[in-house]
C-alpha cells in the first residue's frame, strides 16, 4: 500500500534553473535522500547536485541497486526483461490505435456544419480517445501486476536485502527529492524496491520527470517531433503520490502554446486532471491542497494561464 508523503512540491528543470537546494532547505525537514535513477548509468555524476543540497545529503542509488539485483537474480531480471518488452509492444499497438482516434476526433472539430448535428460526434470522438487513454493504462496495471504477482520481488532475497538498506538510509532523511532523466527507468526502480511504501511522512522535492512519475498518470508529449504528428499519450501509469495533477516538463518549449486548438485538445483530453506547465523556475506545493505560485496551467479554451489551484 502507498504511503503518502507529507508534503510534495514539484519543480521544474533544473539544469539551468537550479531552485531544488534553496526548496530543501527551506522546509527545513533535515537530511535530504536523492533518488537519480532516471539518469541510469550517469545517476552517480550528482555532485552538482548533492552540493546544492547541503551536507549530510546523499544518493539511494535505486539504478545501481537494481543492476546488482540483475545480476544476483537472473530469473527476476529475465523477467523484467520480459515485461519491458511487453510493454513496448503495447506503446507500439496503443499508438496505432491512438492516430486514428485522434485523427478522427481532430477532422471532426474542422468540419463544417450545424453544431447541434456535429457537437455529438465530436464529444463521442473526444471520449473513444479517452477510452483509448483509459484502456492503455489498464492493460499496463494489468502487464506489471502479472509481473508482480509471478516474482514478488519484494520477498526475494536479491530486492530485500538492498531494500533494507534503501529503508534505513530514509530513516536518517526527512526531504526526498526526485530527479527526473528517463521516467520509465526511474518508475521502474521505485517500483521494484517498493519506494512508494517508504515515503510517508517525507517531504518529497520532485523535479522535472520526477514529477512525472509522482503522479497517477505519465502524459508523454512533444507538439513539434522529429517526425509524426506530435499526438500525445498516455505513457504511463504513475506512482500517484499526489492528486488531479499531470506534470508537463519544459511545456513551453515542447508545446505549441500559441495554438489554442491543441492547447485546447490536451486540456480537454485528460480533463478533469489539471495539465500543468513546469518551466525552469516553476513550482506547486501539495500539502493536503495545492498552492500553485503562479505556474502555467492549459485551460480547455485553449489558452496556458497561471493557475489559482484546486483542492
Known sequence: MTAHPSRVI??????????????????GAGPVALI???????????????GALG??????????????VW??????????????????????AYNVRLARAMDAWIDLQSLSGDPSVLDPERADALEAV?????????????????FYRRFDPLARASVGRQREQVRLALEGAGVVVVEGGHVPALLNRMRLFGLDQLLGGKVVLACSGGAMALAHRVVLFHDTPPWGPGHAE?????????????ALPHGSARLRLDDPGRVG??????????????????????????HPH???HLTATGYAEAWRGAA
Open 10 to 27: 514539484l519543480l521544474g528543470p533544473q539544469r539551468h534553473h537550479m531552485s531544488v537546494g534553496a526548496v530543501a532547505a527551506e522546509t
Open 36 to 50: 537519480s535513477a532516471g539518469w541510469q548509468e550517469w545517476e552517480g555524476e550528482d555532485a552538482h547536485v548533492l
Open 55 to 68: 551536507p549530510g545529503a546523499f544518493n539511494l542509488r535505486l539504478y545501481q541497486r537494481a543492476e546488482a
Open 71 to 92: 545480476q544476483e537474480d537472473p530469473e527476476l531480471a529475465q523477467g523484467h526483461r520480459k515485461l519491458q518488452q511487453d510493454v513496448r509492444a503495447l506503446r507500439r
Open 130 to 146: 479517452r477510452t483509448l487513454d483509459d484502456h492503455h493504462a489498464g492493460r499496463l496495471r494489468e502487464l506489471r501486476d502479472a
Open 234 to 246: 498516455l505513457g504511463e501509469v504513475g506512482l500517484g503520490l499526489y492528486p488531479g495533477v499531470v
Open 265 to 290: 485538445r490536451l486540456a480537454a483530453r485528460f480533463a478533469p486532471d489539471t495539465l500543468l506547465v513546469l518551466d525552469p523556475g516553476s513550482r506547486a506545493d501539495w500539502d493536503g491542497r495545492w
Open 294 to 296: 503562479g505556474t502555467l
